[in-house]
């Protein structure tokens, strides 16, 4: 029985929602209306022409694959934007065309030409992969690979992490920086879903041969979540080919997988110990201080002014993924630019709760230091300057004793709230204080006040 229009598009909602964050998912393409499929063009109803422009700056290689398995390979999209609801009036626009079926790749010639096609993301590069310590190590041999390609002890790079800490980021980087300094380097980007498909269907149509000579002409070979290969004992025993040809002529492999290679399974111990060769370097989930900075960039590139309460807000409550925070600034600049609303700590609220699950309402690091800051006669700022006086150190000291006690902020938190201050120098500070209230009760009646005051 031949599926329906609304059937088949269904299928395609169902690849982006696996593929996106719910926030994502539900701003870009929850809305959107599939009109009609003829002539091997799929015509989908947004909102606006902001959506579309936004879609095809963003999403269109995910949205482009997901149209290629459901409607087929040539199949071209474009956009009817809703003018006015009431009377159904709209414009149409084109889209900038749709990614290419994981087999196409096969066709591409074996020589070294600079037409060659990567499949890498353009805008995953070095300088908006924003460095933190949880990514420093990682990202320091991906910069000395870019160099260099093959010519490394990492190799291969295994880098692996949770999900949406940027791995992907950093492989396409890699690959990115290489074709910048060598334009004729044939670099490559895959999925391991990808290659299996690829790997399955020049089996089905005896053109392994081709399959082998295609990924041994690679120079730098990037496999995106190779788990998936556990099971596959084909796919697997293909890869362990290329993988040594690619070795043996100094040529790149850089691996991204969500758990290091002692906990993977399913997959061939002859693999797993090539894996382990080069480098296994972790990214973990981004610290209170790289979520802040990657919050700040992203606002940069899109444009966005959120205060200081905002970022702080986003950043305490969102804690493992990069892609949650890239989606929740983009829940919040589509709210803002479709509602004609201004992004407040109320809308903020609102958009985070549908990410993640809110903690109860708790006294920030904020409203300490302007408690401590009112109580002893001072700013805030000047409370957390690079200033050695007595008094502002003794007040510094309090506010970050009392942040500790009241808040659930980490100590590498309350460090860079308090003007970039080291771990140890926190801990020192909150020592003091605990010292000096055993002997002093003058002390002790104050920081009761300020915990009252701040709990009110």
Aim: net charge neutral; proline share 4%; hydrophobic share 40%.
């Amino acid at each position: 029985m031949q599926q329906s229009l609304q059937q088949q598009w269904a299928q395609c909602q169902t690849i982006l929602a696996d593929n996106l964050t719910s926030s994502a998912y539900q701003t870009w393409f929850s809305p959107i209306v599939p009109l009609q499929y003829a002539d091997g063009v799929l015509t989908l109803q947004v909102k606006s022409q902001f959506v579309a422009e936004y879609i095809e700056e963003n999403y269109i290689p995910l949205l482009s694959s997901a149209i290629i398995r459901v409607f087929g390979q040539g199949t071209r999209l474009e956009y009817r934007v809703l003018i006015d609801s009431a009377s159904g009036a709209g414009t149409m626009l084109p889209s900038s065309g749709v990614a290419k079926n994981p087999a196409a790749m096969m066709n591409m010639p074996p020589q070294h030409t600079t037409n060659f096609d990567a499949q890498l993301n353009s805008g995953y590069t070095f300088d908006s992969f924003i460095a933190g310590e949880p990514n420093k190590l990682a990202r320091t041999a991906g910069l000395a690979i870019a160099k260099q390609p093959g010519y490394t002890a990492f190799n291969p790079l295994f880098i692996y992490g949770g999900s949406g800490v940027g791995k992907t980021h950093l492989a396409n980087a890699i690959g990115n920086q290489v074709c910048a300094l060598n334009p004729q380097a044939r670099v490559l980007y895959v999925s391991a879903n990808t290659f299996k498909l690829q790997y399955q269907d020049a089996t089905k149509n005896n053109r392994i041969p081709d399959f082998l000579n295609f990924y041994q002409s690679i120079d730098v070979l990037i496999v995106d979540d190779i788990q998936y290969f556990a099971g596959k004992q084909g796919t697997q025993d293909t890869f362990f080919h290329i993988f040594n040809y690619l070795q043996n002529s100094r040529k790149q492999l850089i691996l991204t997988c969500d758990r290091p290679p002692v906990e993977l399974k399913d997959i061939e111990e002859r693999l797993l110990t090539r894996f382990k060769w080069g480098l296994a370097a972790e990214i973990k989930h981004p610290d209170y201080q790289l979520r802040r900075n990657i919050l700040l960039s992203k606002m940069r590139r899109d444009g966005i002014t959120l205060s200081d309460e905002i970022v702080d807000f986003i950043a305490n409550n969102v804690r493992t993924s990069v892609r949650d925070l890239e989606g929740i600034l983009a829940s919040l600049l589509a709210h803002s630019t479709l509602t004609d609303q201004e992004i407040d700590l109320k809308l903020a609220e609102k958009v985070v709760s549908h990410i993640v699950a809110l903690q109860p309402r708790t006294t920030t690091i904020n409203e300490v230091l302007n408690a401590v800051a009112q109580h002893y006669n001072m700013t805030p700022k000047l409370l957390v300057a690079q200033n050695r006086s007595r008094d502002i150190s003794q007040a510094r000291h309090i506010a970050v004793y009392l942040s500790k006690e009241l808040t659930n902020s980490s100590l590498s938190e309350i460090g860079f709230r308090m003007g970039k201050r080291t771990h140890a120098t926190i801990l020192h500070s909150i020592a003091l204080v605990k010292e000096q209230m055993e002997f002093d009760p003058v002390l002790r009646q104050q920081i009761a006040q300020l915990e009252a005051q701040l709990h009110a």
